[in-house]
């Protein structure tokens, strides 16, 4: 089946990505019927992502369930998973996920830490389906909640959270062309775009936790590398102390927050 997936793909991709999305595939398709195989072949052609195609995301070691209205989870955000584990082992908190999409930072983290639970919200009532599928899969103690969190009278319904975690939306419509095209075609633009501000989410959280933020609790962002310099002088603008880290390939992208 592989061989003849490569060989279809190379229609449309060098040889190397024809073999690595059809590594992924097969790996994504184990121990299920390949019942759609032309039809997939099709949308792989068309470019559409692999992870859509077979409703299935390598995550933080599991495999975790996407579709079209969740952002594809990324790696950077399994270093932000790691983080959040590594500093709250065996910890019994409470904790809040905004822009949850398909769960994959809340849940895995749950899934560590197995004395927490959780609440994962988003604006998008769409992402239910695959934050409840990956609830199931992981089996940890999580509820969905479907909210606009820039509605600040929304925030009166939410009690207080021992941690708080985002990777909220932070592109602006400027930075479209640093996009690969089928980020933009097919990925939500909901999980992508602010609509001016690329920093709202995370001042809007900080200003949110100031009301529901326990005493001794903690905050944990992803960062745009982009917006570094920015994200810094923010920061100093509240009554946090904080830490930056860089990703893997050096880049900023994580910043966590703790009260003074
Ligand atoms: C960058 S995605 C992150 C998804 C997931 N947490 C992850 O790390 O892969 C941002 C998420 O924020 C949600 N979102 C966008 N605007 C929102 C809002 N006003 N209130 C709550 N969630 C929002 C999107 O629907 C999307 O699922």
Redesign the pocket.
Known sequence: MKQKLIQALTANYDTREATSIADYYADAMQGRELTDIESDTLKLLDGYPVQYVTNTSFFYGHKLYVDEH?????PE?EELVHWVVSDNKDADAEIL??????????LSILHKLKNAKGI?????PQ?QNAFDKNVDILNVEAQFLS?????KEAWASLPSYDIIV?????ISKEEVERLGPGVFKHE?H???FTDDDPLI?YKMTLEFAETHLKQGGCIYF?TSDLYHEEMEGMVSKYNYKHEFKKDMQGAWRMLKLWSQ
């Open positions: 969740t952002l594809i989870p990324r955000t996920d905004i822009g949850t999409g398909s769960g994959c930072l809340l994962g919200l988003d604006v998008d992402v909210l606009d969190f820039l509605d985002s990777n909220p939306p932070y939500p909901l999980a992508l989410f992803e």
